[in-house]
């Protein structure tokens, strides 16, 4: 039986939107004063956990041609990626992870039926220190495979590392940061994109089991039908809008001091009636740079590292 579907509140980010989003420096978002209305609905979203649609992207309309340039890549066997572009010496971090590949956080079983491809940010990486370079040299375009595939993901990515931005420009002011403090630990960062594959073997089969999400804030688009979030103990459907992306904040950013308080909302995805098979998602998680000090002035690489390692199992 299906419960009635959670609402998930929804921010106009399109006043804050810049044109040119390839030449990003932090004395722009540091200028970037956000419009009261906008905050206002972003601490009261808060209140209601930490999902958030974001309207005003060009995302959206990036997808049908983002989808089928996957559809092109997955169409070659697990067998053919893997061989041509598996890394699990990198703990799946760039190119192709098979069926199987991961489990969720502090979860029994793998992800069976979904394979995925994570993309880098090689477009900001001279920013980041070579700690924080270190699985792009791995990170080639499947342009063989898919013509289409990198250009249009790293579309994408660039996109959604704004639209996080944009967010935490919003936590620097709610939470009394100075102006790009948040930001600039994310200048040069690590962070990915990864375009996820589920087949629905039968309907209500659990295509992701149950989790956080381990980076700062996660910006996902394309088919989100199925996923579901835990309220009271309960999952509940969530349904976004087609014009939206969905946009959520990970356990980095608990981890952040000053941002404690930011609560998570567990999730999970499973096959419902009307879903998109294949389902084609795009998960970009943007992250901190890895000498960022969290709380108990752990090191965010390190962090991070371990968490990696929990949940690769190939
Ligand atoms: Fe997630």
Redesign the pocket.
């Known amino acids: 039986m299906y419960k009635a579907i959670h609402q998930i509140p929804i921010l106009d980010f399109s006043d804050h939107l810049f044109s040119d989003l390839n030449n990003l420096n932090i004395d722009e978002y540091k200028q970037l004063e956000i419009d009261p209305v906008l905050l206002k609905a972003v601490e009261k979203g808060l209140e209601n956990g930490d999902f958030f649609q974001v309207f005003g992207t060009e995302i959206p309309i990036k997808l049908p041609s983002a989808r089928q340039a996957s559809l092109d890549l997955f169409s070659h066997s697990s067998q053919v990626l893997e061989e041509a572009h598996g890394h699990p010496e990198l703990f799946r971090q760039r190119g192709y992870s098979p069926f199987g590949g991961e489990k969720a956080v502090g979860a029994e079983e793998v992800d069976l039926h979904r394979q995925f491809w994570m993309s880098g940010h090689l477009a900001e990486s001279h920013l980041g220190a070579v700690e924080d370079r270190q699985y792009d040299v791995a990170d080639q375009d499947p342009n063989t495979l898919s013509p289409n595939f990198g250009s249009s993901v790293r579309s994408i990515l660039h996109e959604a590392i704004h639209v996080a931005r944009i967010l935490l420009r919003c936590f620097e002011t709610l939470y009394q940061f100075e102006a790009g403090e948040l930001i600039a630990k994310t200048m040069g960062a690590d962070t990915v994109i990864r375009t996820l594959y589920y087949q629905s073997p039968a309907l209500n089969t659990i295509l992701?089991g149950e989790?956080?999400?381990i980076n700062l804030i996660?910006v996902?688009a394309g088919d989100m039908w199925g996923l579901e979030v835990l309220i009271n103990d309960e999952f509940y459907p969530v349904l976004i809008r087609p014009d939206c992306v969905l946009v959520?904040l990970g356990e980095m950013l608990n981890q952040i001091h000053g941002c404690e308080h930011l609560g998570r909302i567990r999730?999970r995805v499973v096959a419902r009636p009307g879903i998109h098979n294949p389902r084609i998602q795009f998960?970009t998680f943007v992250h901190l740079l890895r000498d960022t000090r969290l709380l108990n002035d752990v090191r965010c690489g390190d962090w991070f590292a371990q968490r990696i390692q929990e949940i690769t199992t190939k």
């Open positions: 992701a989790h956080d999400d996660t996902l959520n999730h998960a």
